[in-house]
């Protein structure tokens, strides 16, 4: 059955982690959520380089964490935090790319 990353999901959020770094968080509403999506292998390091444009070089680093039910995906900024350029200062407005991820589970 598909289902939405909206549906299985009570936070989907980014921030920085740095001026170099951002961090995605998703945490799911339920631990059979969770625990359906890290079984399927269908949120990778690959399928996130992919939304965010990232090269094999810089393959973002998944961190499962069961106790919130949540995964975290840390990537490096296009344009370092505060630098000319840089339109979001805080990170706090590039998850957009994950809310149209669909899951079969």
């Known amino acids: 059955m598909k289902q939405s990353i909206r549906s299985l999901a009570l936070v989907i959020r980014s921030k920085n982690a740095g001026p170099y770094e951002l961090v995605l968080d998703i945490l799911f509403k339920q631990q059979s959520d969770y625990l359906a999506v890290k079984s399927s292998g269908q949120l990778t390091a690959q399928r996130i380089a992919e939304l965010y444009n990232l090269d094999e070089q810089h393959l973002p680093r998944l961190i499962w964490f069961a106790p919130a039910n949540a995964v975290k995906a840390v990537l ?8 000319r350029g840089d339109n979001d200062v805080y990170g706090a407005q590039q998850h957009a790319p994950l809310l149209d991820i669909v899951f079969d589970i």
């Open 76 to 83: 490096p900024r296009n344009i370092v935090s505060g630098n």
